[in-house]
């Protein structure tokens, strides 16, 4: 006689494929149970596309393994057909997916490192490629984990250290390592100045890809005191106000209430985390319906105003934003007073610098990209700028303003890439000219003795 399924609704004989089924089924239950709990207890570590992602994929399955469990003794043949085209979609996908991910994802995501004080760093003592339709370089990783030469900490009584805070602007992502503003602000303040006992100027380039103000803060405080610095600059940039705030959303915070660090290594043993941004770095399509999914969420969460473009991060540098962002800018300029604090006891000079992402310049800058942040017919408002310049007046911090400088350049090679936010080398000729006029009226010509700026 043949044994019969002892479980309720499933008839037939009890056979292998119906146990994997039944295994399968439970694997999906378990499954789905799990990323509803992570989205309760650990919502920031992904938002809404990849709730949406992974339930349908599970939904789907679970249905498809049911339908087939309840069908399968009088239609297996049928089933097996299904399974089949099932299957082969399923590995068709696969495939074209990894391809058009291969050929179609720039290879210029910077290999980091999680930490438990700044959430990521670059790896130092190793080479980054950077390849787009655009541009296409190596980029060098020095020992102290930045973008640059070697740099020894024990600076000689005859140099003036400058070290830049910053993002990927900072950073210098899409021109090679001797065409950011930090090297050719170096270069020029050298040909300027009166070497006056063989004096000479150093800026180490700090930048690092999506950092915001709270993270320059520790990455200066934790690893960066050692280089004794003369001159801070933090450049800040119009993604750090929504950036901020899912950074310290996720920081650790001490008894008195005060921020100790911001962990990236919990984030890194996730395996949701680990399996997003594998499909991020891999899977073209598939990204192409995360980033997608998130534009419709308007989620606040690392997943999509740190590693995708998010309408959101700039949405307060338009005019259509109505948001009440009184409680988001205060959150910004507390890590900036914090950096300037930490300057002036130390007795370290302090600058701020805000500069303009292409929408903010002209038409003509930036034309394709923007539009996955904003509408082709968006217009700028100048609210943000007044804003910052109005905390730095109220706190007595050095402002650098480069916006006027951009709005004003009259050259005929762009300042930012067609799709790219980020400057071309021209944009970064323009910063370090600001820099530097700057720099030797404000910092450098009473204590090196520069010759005037012509």
């Given at each position: 006689m043949e044994s019969r399924?002892?479980?309720?609704?499933?008839?037939?004989?009890?056979?292998?494929?119906?146990?994997?089924?039944?295994?399968?089924?439970?694997?999906?239950?378990?499954?789905?149970?799990?990323?509803?709990?992570?989205?309760?207890?650990?919502?920031?570590?992904?938002?809404?596309?990849?709730?949406?992602?992974?339930?349908?994929?599970?939904?789907?399955?679970?249905?498809?393994?049911?339908?087939?469990?309840?069908?399968?003794?009088?239609?297996?043949?049928?089933?097996?057909?299904?399974?089949?085209?099932?299957?082969?979609?399923?590995?068709?996908?696969?495939?074209?997916?990894?391809?058009?991910?291969?050929?179609?994802?720039?290879?210029?995501?910077?290999?980091?490192?999680?930490?438990?004080?700044?959430?990521?760093k670059l790896i130092p003592n190793t080479t980054l490629?950077?390849?787009?339709?655009?541009?296409?370089?190596?980029?060098?990783?020095?020992?102290?984990?930045?973008?640059?030469?070697?740099?020894?900490?024990?600076?000689?009584?005859?140099?003036?250290?400058?070290?830049?805070?910053?993002?990927s602007f900072t950073m210098g992502k899409g021109v090679e390592d001797d065409k950011t503003f930090s090297v050719v602000l170096e270069k020029e303040l050298n040909e300027k100045c009166t070497k006056i006992n063989n004096q000479s100027v150093e800026v180490v380039n700090a930048g690092v890809v999506s950092y915001s103000p709270i993270l320059s803060y520790f990455q200066l405080t934790k690893y960066l005191s050692p280089l004794e610095p003369d001159l801070v600059v933090l450049n800040l940039d119009m993604s750090d106000l929504i950036q901020e705030m899912v950074y310290k959303k996720i920081a650790t915070y001490g008894v008195d209430g005060d921020i100790i660090g911001v962990d990236g290594c919990n984030e890194e043993k996730q395996f949701i985390a680990r399996v997003i941004r594998w499909i991020n770095r891999n899977l073209y399509v598939t990204r192409l319906v995360l980033l997608n999914v998130n534009k419709f969420s308007k989620a606040i969460n690392i997943e999509n105003v740190v590693t995708m473009a998010s309408p959101e991060l700039l949405r307060h540098t338009l005019v259509e934003d109505r948001r009440q962002r009184k409680e988001q800018w205060q959150n910004l300029f507390d890590s900036i007073v914090k950096i300037k604090n930490y300057c002036n006891e130390n007795g370290i000079d302090f600058l701020l610098t805000i500069y303009p992402w292409g929408h903010q310049v002209s038409k003509n800058e930036w034309r394709h990209g923007r539009l996955a942040f904003m509408s082709a017919d968006a217009v700028v408002s100048d609210k943000s700028v007044h804003v910052i310049n109005e905390f730095s007046n109220n706190n007595g911090i050095d402002l650098l303003n480069v916006f006027p400088a951009f709005r004003s350049y009259a050259?005929?090679?762009?300042?930012?890439?067609?799709?790219?936010?980020?400057?071309?080398?021209?944009?970064?000729?323009?910063?370090?000219?600001?820099?530097?006029?700057?720099?030797?009226?404000?910092?450098?010509?009473?204590?090196?003795?520069?010759?005037?700026?012509?």
């Open positions: 399924s002892s479980l309720p609704g499933i008839p037939g004989k009890l056979t292998p494929l119906k146990k994997i089924i039944i295994a399968s089924l439970a694997i999906g239950i378990t499954a789905a149970a799990g990323i509803l709990y992570a989205r309760q207890s650990i919502q920031y570590r992904f938002g809404l596309a990849v709730i949406i992602l992974v339930v349908s994929i599970l939904v789907s399955v679970f249905l498809l393994l049911l339908i087939t469990l309840l069908l399968y003794d009088r239609h297996r043949h049928l089933l097996g057909k299904i399974w089949l085209v099932v299957m082969s979609l399923s590995v068709t996908y696969l495939i074209v997916d990894l391809a058009s991910g291969y050929f179609l994802i720039p290879a210029h995501s910077p290999r980091n490192m999680p930490d438990r004080y700044v959430h990521h490629a950077f390849v787009t339709s655009e541009y296409n370089y190596i980029a060098r990783i020095n020992n102290l984990a930045l973008r640059g030469r070697h740099i020894e900490l024990k600076k000689p009584a005859s140099l003036y250290r400058i070290v830049m805070l910053g993002d050259g005929k090679s762009p300042l930012y890439y067609d799709h790219d936010m980020h400057w071309t080398q021209m944009g970064h000729r323009l910063m370090a000219a600001e820099l530097k006029r700057y720099m030797l009226s404000k910092y450098l010509h009473s204590r090196m003795r520069a010759i005037p700026v012509n």
